[in-house]
């Protein structure tokens, strides 16, 4: 079992930034896919980015290239999600999760543990 924790949400101003965190214990490897998945009221869960563990290999979902940032901090078992220029469009449920592999890996069927969500707000 992989726990995960999310912290860091709030509510922001358009153009703002934020930084999520995801803590992450258990029966955590190298051989892991860690993402961040967001849903919006009324929309599916969508994929936002993924890290892999071992290289740090990055993916972003196109409408967050440029804008948000993951990486991890293997002593602290953490990953981040730093969020800049932020808009209203991102208001969601943020979620971390994480899957045993490697690679792109988009499809939150392939996620096996989930955190419990962290709500983050843009407002116009």
């Known amino acids: 079992q992989v726990q995960l924790v999310e912290s860091g949400g709030g509510l922001v101003q358009a153009g703002g930034s934020l930084r999520l965190s995801c803590a992450a214990s258990?029966?955590?490897?190298?051989?892991?896919?860690m993402g961040w998945f967001r849903q919006a009221p009324g929309k599916e869960r969508e994929f936002v980015a993924s890290i892999n563990w071992s290289g740090g290999n990055t993916y972003y979902a196109d409408s967050v290239k440029g804008r948000f940032t993951i990486s991890r901090d293997n002593a602290k078992i953490t990953m981040y999600l730093q969020m800049s220029s932020l808009k209203p469009e991102d208001t969601a449920v943020y979620y971390c999760a994480a899957a045993w592999g490697s690679g792109r890996i988009y499809s939150s069927t392939l996620y096996k543990y989930w955190g419990q969500g962290t709500q983050v707000t843009v407002s116009s």
């Open positions: 258990g029966r955590t490897s190298s051989n892991i896919v």
